[in-house]
């Protein structure tokens, strides 16, 4: 695949990157063009005329646009997810979901914006007060590799219904499949209001530093997101960041073991832990360690680590050998210390071990707490145990440290798991549940507390970091 860069057309760039398949990386899947600071000046001043248009539109009008663009997702369905599974090296049914949950969210979106959206009217006997929610005019965005489509949603929908031109850069790791995924939206849109460049950290670094772009929203870790903050306050720029996360499980001596097990193996081994809210660690109260260690190695156990072309495969590859190296250290370091090592799962023929990124599914346990695999987000399937006597004691220490994306707690008594669910310092804390539960989920904020963001997304609340407020006063005519 020949990836290209658009704005109101196609940007050219002599210069490429390959492609390859975290399942063999002898495979080259595409090329990527590398656009410059140049190219990314040619989609700001198309992107400034192109949202002076589009800003005179009505939010009805906006959203009829972007809803145009779910007949063609849905009709390209089945080629968004082949593009993501071969170059994410993940499975069908994780990126299905992801572009299914995408065009939900998308609905969602637009089903509150108008009323969001809507202006505020104030008056007295002399003077009346019109507050305006006005865009910031054209917006940046950067995502990630590891979920670019909903990511990517999650960004240029709500910027688009506030009335801004978006110009996004993906992840060189995985480009291809939100690259197909917005030329759609693209073609749904004024000529130059979405525009998708392709580039490395110094394109990045170009966007945030350019004065025509008033707000940047990232995902990524948070030490890049901390730079991405540092340059952006040099010309107080806006920022929306959804960083690192540090996911801890903290399991009660009454909690089902069998079922809990089993939904933290789901939670800490889908995508390879390659997610931001992956289980990254379990706290197992000491009475109950034991038992919980062997239902956590049964149920990892019956992983099957294979290509994502494979349709008895439950694990697939990490996203490249840079991943793979630092996450085969780390269990190398790991194993230094003398901690319980226990590689789980089965491995399929499918899975080349030799030109795959594959890292075998692996249970860590008599591990100290300040361990680099415990106190930073390893954002891979290695996942530590450890033991705790007391759940108050334990937050408090969880909530002395600088991550705060999200947590679990797990047991049979809901009045205490929701006390204890109330003082963890994090943006959402799942009871007995690892990820989102119920039909409204979509209506939910995403984000973190401390290190792991500033600002929030989806529904509404995405909506609301996308305009600014503008008041404008008057006599009573």
């Keep these: 695949m020949q990836l290209q860069s658009f704005g109101a057309d196609d940007i050219p760039s002599t210069d490429t990157i390959d492609l390859r398949d975290p399942a063999d990386r002898r495979?080259?899947?595409?090329?990527?063009?590398?656009?410059?600071?140049?190219?990314?000046?040619?989609?700001?001043?198309?992107?400034?005329?192109?949202?002076?248009?589009?800003?005179?539109?009505?939010?009805?009008?906006?959203?009829?646009?972007?809803?145009?663009?779910?007949?063609?997702?849905?009709?390209?369905?089945?080629?968004?997810?082949?593009?993501?599974?071969?170059?994410?090296?993940?499975?069908?049914?994780?990126?299905?979901?992801?572009?299914?949950?995408?065009?939900?969210?998308?609905?969602?979106?637009?089903?509150?914006?108008?009323?969001?959206?809507?202006?505020?009217?104030?008056?007295?006997?002399?003077?009346?007060?019109?507050?305006?929610k006005v865009p910031f005019g054209v917006v940046g965005a950067i995502v990630p590799w590891n979920a670019p489509v909903s990511l990517a949603t999650a960004k240029v929908v709500p910027a688009l219904l506030t009335g801004n031109a978006v110009i996004i850069k993906p992840s060189p790791r995985a480009p291809a499949g939100v690259t197909v995924f917005l030329r759609l939206l693209k073609d749904c849109l004024p000529p130059g209001l979405l525009s998708l460049l392709h580039g490395l950290d110094d394109l990045g670094e170009a966007m945030i530093r350019h004065r025509d772009l008033r707000k940047i929203s990232f995902t990524g870790s948070t030490a890049v997101g901390k730079r991405?903050?540092?340059?952006?306050?040099?010309?107080?720029?806006?920022?929306?960041?959804?960083?690192?996360?540090?996911?801890?499980?903290?399991?009660?001596?009454?909690?089902?073991?069998?079922?809990?097990?089993?939904?933290?193996?789901?939670?800490?081994?889908?995508?390879?832990?390659?997610?931001?809210?992956?289980?990254?660690?379990?706290?197992?109260?000491?009475?109950?360690?034991?038992?919980?260690?062997?239902?956590?190695?049964?149920?990892?156990?019956?992983?099957?680590?294979?290509?994502?072309?494979?349709?008895?495969?439950?694990?697939?590859?990490?996203?490249?050998?840079?991943?793979?190296?630092?996450?085969?250290?780390?269990?190398?370091?790991?194993?230094?210390?003398?901690?319980?090592?226990?590689?789980?799962?089965?491995?399929?023929?499918?899975?080349?071990?030799?030109?795959?990124?594959?890292?075998?599914?692996?249970?860590?346990?008599?591990?100290?707490?300040?361990?680099?695999?415990?106190?930073?987000?390893?954002?891979g399937p290695v996942l530590p145990i450890l033991g705790y006597d007391d759940p108050l004691q334990l937050v408090d220490k969880l909530n002395s440290e600088d991550y705060g994306l999200s947590g679990s707690v797990w047991g049979a008594n809901l009045e205490e798991l929701s006390a204890v669910a109330h003082e963890i310092e994090a943006g959402r804390v799942f009871i007995n549940a690892a990820r989102a539960m119920g039909g409204f989920s979509g209506e939910l904020p995403s984000g973190g507390h401390k290190h792991s963001g500033i600002g929030w997304e989806k529904s509404t609340f995405g909506l609301r970091e996308y305009y600014q407020y503008q008041t404008i006063n008057g006599p009573v005519c």
């Excluded at 009709?75 to 090296?89: M, R, S």
């Excluded at 690192?244 to 889908?270: H, L, Y």
Aim: charged content about 25%; glycine content about 4%; hydrophobic content about 40%.
């Design 27 to 132: 495979l080259i899947i595409g090329n990527m063009p590398v656009c410059s600071s140049e190219h990314l000046d040619m989609a700001v001043e198309q992107a400034k005329k192109a949202q002076k248009i589009w800003v005179k539109q009505s939010v009805d009008q906006r959203i009829a646009s972007i809803k145009s663009f779910i007949p063609r997702l849905q009709e390209n369905l089945n080629h968004i997810v082949e593009v993501l599974k071969t170059e994410q090296g993940m499975l069908d049914s994780v990126v299905r979901r992801e572009v299914q949950e995408s065009v939900g969210q998308i609905n969602h979106t637009c089903s509150v914006a108008s009323e969001e959206l809507a202006s505020l009217h104030h008056s007295d006997e002399s003077f009346k007060a019109l507050v305006r």
């Design 228 to 379: 991405v903050a540092a340059s952006a306050a040099a010309e107080l720029k806006s920022v929306q960041l959804e960083l690192g996360g540090n996911d801890a499980a903290i399991v009660f001596k009454d909690a089902d073991i069998d079922t809990t097990a089993s939904q933290i193996v789901d939670s800490a081994f889908r995508r390879s832990g390659q997610y931001c809210y992956a289980t990254k660690r379990v706290y197992v109260h000491r009475s109950i360690k034991e038992q919980m260690i062997e239902a956590l190695t049964k149920h990892a156990d019956r992983l099957k680590i294979g290509a994502p072309s494979d349709k008895n495969s439950t694990i697939g590859p990490v996203i490249d050998k840079e991943a793979q190296q630092r996450l085969s250290a780390l269990i190398d370091q790991t194993r230094a210390c003398n901690a319980v090592i226990r590689s789980c799962g089965s491995i399929l023929e499918s899975a080349d071990l030799t030109n795959g990124c594959y890292i075998q599914p692996t249970l860590v346990w008599n591990i100290v707490h300040s361990h680099p695999l415990v106190v930073e987000e390893q954002f």
